[in-house]
C-alpha cells in the first residue's frame, strides 16, 4: 500500500455523508492513534459518524453514554461488590477470587478486545468536568491497572476512539491536546440535498427544494428557541411523504410543524405568523445570498 492509501483509511460510506475535511480527520486520528473529539450542533450526525466510521474500517463499534452521573473510571471497570456480598451470602462460589466480579467497561473492553475496534465516547459533556481529566491517562497510554486485583489491562490494538460533545461545557485544554478535532458545519443546500437522498431515496425534486426552502428559512428566525436539526428535517419528510402530500401543498404552507418544531413558544409563534397572513418563501432567491451562491 502506498503511503498515501495506508493514511485514507476511511473513506466514507454510502449511508453517511461525511465532508472532505471530516474524513481527513478521522484519517489524522487513526493514524496518530488519538481521539477524534467531534463537536457540532445536536443533529449534524456526530453520533452516527461512529457507526458509519466503524462500518467503513469493518470494525466492531463499542459506544459508551455519557451521562451527568458517569464516572471515568466505570468505562474502565467496576467492581460487583453487591454481587460478592450476594455470593459470600448465599454460597455463590469462589468469593475470595475478585477478578470473578471485576467488569470491564467500555473502554477496558475495547483495550481488552483481541480486534482493533472503534470506540464512541457519546456526549462527554454531559459529565462532569473532571471527567475527561481523568480519562487522560488512559487514553493516551492504553492502559490501567484494576486496583483490586493489581492486573494491568493494556490494549493489544489501540482503538479508534471519537468522542463527541455538544459544548454544553468548555473540555479541559490538557484534554483537548490529545485530541484531534473536527467541528462539523451545518450542512449547506448541496450537502444537504445529499443527506435528505441518503434517508428518502430519489425524492421528488421540486418537494425536495420547497422543503428546504422552508427548512432553511425556520433556521433564519431568529426568534426561535430551538432551530430544526437535520434528523428534524428527515423526520419532517417522512411525514409529508406518508401523508401524500403534494409539493404544491408546501408551496405555501408548512405541515406538521410539530415534527420540526419542539418548544410550545415556536410553535406558537409561527402559528401567529400565519394568521396574520405571513408569507412563506418558495424560491431559493427568497432566502438570503448565503443560500444562493
Ligand atoms: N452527514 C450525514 N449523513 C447521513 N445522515 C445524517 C448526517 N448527519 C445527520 N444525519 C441524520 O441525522 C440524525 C441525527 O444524527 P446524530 O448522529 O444523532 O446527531 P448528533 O449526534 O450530532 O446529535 C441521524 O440519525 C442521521 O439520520
Ligand atoms: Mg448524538
Known amino acids: 500500500m502506498s503511503t498515501q492509501n495506508a493514511f485514507r483509511r476511511f473513506a466514507g460510506t454510502e449511508g453517511y455523508i461525511a465532508s472532505g475535511p471530516l474524513v481527513d480527520a478521522v484519517n489524522c486520528s487513526i493514524a496518530l492513534e488519538r481521539p477524534l473529539l467531534i463537536k457540532g450542533e445536536p443533529g449534524t450526525g456526530k453520533t452516527v459518524l461512529a457507526r458509519h466510521v466503524a462500518e467503513g474500517l469493518g470494525m466492531p463499534l463499542l459506544t459508551w453514554h455519557i451521562k451527568s452521573t458517569s464516572k471515568a473510571v466505570e ?21 475470595s477470587d475478585i477478578s470473578r466480579y471485576i467488569k470491564l467497561g467500555p473502554l477496558g473492553r475495547s483495550f481488552a478486545a483481541e480486534k482493533r475496534m472503534v470506540l464512541l465516547i457519546d456526549e ?14 488512559e487514553l493516551d497510554e492504553m492502559r490501567f491497572t484494576i486496583m483490586e486485583t493489581g492486573e494491568e489491562v493494556a490494549a493489544r490494538e489501540r482503538p479508534v476512539v471519537l468522542i463527541t460533545s455538544n459544548n454544553e461545557k468548555e473540555l479541559p485544554d490538557a484534554f483537548l491536546r490529545r485530541c484531534i478535532f473536527h467541528f462539523i458545519d451545518f450542512p449547506g443546500r448541496e450537502m444537504m440535498k445529499q443527506i435528505v437522498d441518503v434517508h428518502h431515496k ?21 426568534e426561535l428557541r430551538k432551530k430544526p436539526s437535520t434528523s428534524e428535517l428527515v423526520d419532517w419528510i417522512a411525514a409529508l411523504l406518508r401523508s401524500g402530500i403534494t409539493p404544491d401543498q408546501v408551496e405555501s404552507h408548512i405541515p406538521f410543524l410539530g415534527a420540526l418544531l419542539k418548544k410550545e413558544q415556536d410553535v406558537e409563534a409561527l402559528e401567529s405568523y400565519d394568521k396574520r397572513g405571513g408569507r412563506y418563501p418558495n424560491k431559493w432567491s427568497d432566502l438570503g445570498p448565503r443560500y444562493n451562491q
Open 124 to 137: 462527554i459533556d454531559k459529565a462532569d468536568l473532571e471527567f475527561p481529566n481523568d480519562l487522560l491517562r
Open 202 to 222: 430519489n425524492l421528488d425534486a421540486k418537494l425536495l427544494d420547497q422543503v428546504l426552502i422552508k427548512f432553511y428559512w425556520l433556521r433564519e428566525q431568529n
Open 75 to 95: 468505562g474502565l471497570y467496576v467492581y460487583d461488590t453487591v454481587q460478592r456480598l450476594n455470593d459470600s451470602r448465599f454460597g455463590g462460589g469462589d468469593v
